[in-house]
């Protein structure tokens, strides 16, 4: 956590917020972990990096053997990463209509011709907003972007296979302190990014995704 000031003078909301947001209750494939937060964009903020993993093991792992040391030095496959960031102002904010602003961030890789369809972005954006729905975690003032990152490799490089990205940066207003489905909503929209099933009801699916 980062704040401004001695930290025992931490106001109860925020103190109630970080509550919340150990209280949250993920799916197991989503791996949550506390960053440095930013110190400029509010007086208090906490920050917490996401990965989600596609278990890279076949099958059951054997109980003995050289299999066991073989299958264990796997290294499971990276589907989406991103950063949920929960901003604190007790004074409040005009620009974001409260005390509260979530700030985020997902990117992960999809198959390169999906690059080629206009409904990518809304489609990213869809995901937030019926996320959020879903979970029941009321907000305003929601805004962000979506874009596509093409790489293309040359030269010595030339053999790697080009990959396309999706990645979302976007931020809203909690209408109160009960932070904790904000984050399930948003971890739920980072596994629904990297493919995993299945899908919240209403929730588009795009086709396609990355293979091995």
């Known amino acids: 956590m980062s704040a401004k000031g001695d930290l025992s003078q931490v106001p109860p909301e925020f103190l109630n917020a970080l509550s919340e947001l150990r209280s949250a209750k993920c799916r197991s494939e989503i791996r949550l972990d506390e960053i440095p937060a930013p110190s400029r964009l509010a007086p208090f903020a906490v920050a917490l990096g996401a990965e989600v993993f596609r278990d890279a093991r076949p099958g059951r792992l054997p109980v003995h053997g050289p299999a066991m ?33 979530v700030v985020t961030y997902i990117r992960a890789q999809l198959e390169p011709d999906m690059g080629n369809d206009s409904l990518l972005g809304s489609v990213a954006w869809t995901w937030l907003v019926e996320a959020l729905t879903n979970h029941g975690a009321g907000h305003r003032a929601a805004g962000g972007t979506a874009t596509r990152i093409l790489s293309e490799s040359y030269g010595t490089l030339a053999d790697r296979v080009d990959t396309i990205d999706i990645e979302l940066r976007a931020s ?31 929730v588009a699916s795009l086709p396609n995704r990355r293979r091995n």
Do not use: K
């Open 172 to 202: 809203w207003t909690p209408d109160t302190d009960r932070i904790q489905n904000h984050l399930e909503a948003w971890a739920d929209m980072v596994c629904t990014f990297a493919g995993l099933p299945p899908l919240p009801d209403g």
């Open 69 to 101: 040391a073989a299958f264990a030095q796997e290294e499971p496959e990276e589907l989406a990463t991103g950063r949920f960031i929960l901003l604190y102002d007790p004074d409040g904010s005009e620009v974001w209509d409260g005390s509260f602003r």
